[in-house]
């Protein structure tokens, strides 16, 4: 029987309104003379690159043409420009998109690979460097996780690399770039903190794992300190989701769910994720629907295929969302913060057809690595009743 876990964070986050005024001082620190700044074309827009730029006092490349759904040869794309900038701090702003793709592009040009070669669990020879991630929304926890998902260009498919040098040297979690932030956005960021929390608070005990010939797993299923960051994110989420999806100017709210985003993905990305997630990939390649929609689809009949040995657990979920001790009422709410966002709450509103589910179920079934850390065994129509329920 394993007995020991792992667990990692970041080497520093700053946290609070107004901390992005503190990147000039944490890029002095490792006397940086050039700082490469990647982004978007919204946040561009709403001023928030320049503001950046002018902490820093040494010079800067603002690359702003960030998407969406990253891809590999977006990757090679900023390779290219790092190579010929040579920054000395590479600086992420934006959703966990941006965060990704500079996490990618570090990861690539330190290791001389390709980023195609770099999927998968610890293919990262070596440290990437100084990053600095600033995230702008609440819900990927990209700033503090040890993985970077973009589309492989080769296959059209979302991939993952995941390696503890993937995360960022410094997070800096400013909960006033949120306030921006749309409802839309803000709920689908929400639902997938949300997610991120519940999934590791259920995931496969740390002891019931293998040991590693390396000593440390992608995920290391759940263990004590996951169950502090994943419950204190899933109180959050039940505290502030509806307030700063209704009244996005609420700071206490946006911070609140700062705080949230921050902690699921430090839950997450020490005890893992599962069915939930590996269902939501081909969910969201193959409908094109942001990952917080696909999660929140399925999340709830995952919650209720666990049930029978998760009963304990799930109820306590319901406890900290703030509803009665029961594993049923905590379903029920997943699903009435999932109604009170206005997200969808079926496969069929975001285009799926029930000949799909098959395929679907298939592909989901395929990611082992997500299936290992299911508190139970799952078969593949396991997989196809949660989405025929989901449907």
Known sequence: MRTTWNSFANSRLIFGAGSLNLLGQVV???????????????????????RAANLIKGETHVFADGEAEPST?????CMN?????????????????NMDLAKMTCAAVSSGKEPESLFGFDQIPG????????????????????????????????AAALSSRLRPEVAIIDPELSLTCPAKLTAESGVDALTHAIEAYLAIEFYRLEESELGVRPYEGNH?????????????????LIEATKNPKNIEARSGMALAANLGGLAFSNCGVTLAHALEY???????????????????????????VRESRIAEIGKFLGVTNSAEEAINEVIRLRKECGLPDCLSAVGAEREDLPELAAT?????????LSPTEVSESDLLNILKESF
């Open 28 to 50: 002095d620190q490792f006397r940086a003379k050039r700082v490469m700044i990647l982004s978007d074309p919204i946040l561009e827009s709403l001023g928030i690159l320049k």
């Open 73 to 77: 040869d977006m990757v090679r794309q």
């Open 81 to 97: 420009l790092h190579q010929d900038f040579k920054p000395d701090v590479v600086v992420a702003i934006g959703g966990g998109s």
């Open 127 to 158: 440290p990437i460097g100084p990053l600095v991630c600033i995230p702008t929304t609440a819900g990927t926890g990209s700033e503090s996780s040890a993985s970077a998902v973009v589309l492989n260009s080769c296959n059209g498919m979302k």
């Open 224 to 240: 004590p300190l996951g169950d502090l960051y994943a419950e204190k994110a899933i109180r959050l989420v039940g505290e502030h």
């Open 282 to 308: 081909p969910i969201g390649g193959r409908y094109q629907c942001s990952h917080g929609i696909g999660n929140g689809i399925v999340l709830p009949e995952v919650m209720r295929h666990m049930r029978p």
């Open 364 to 372: 989901a079934f395929s990611l082992k690595r997500l299936m290992e």
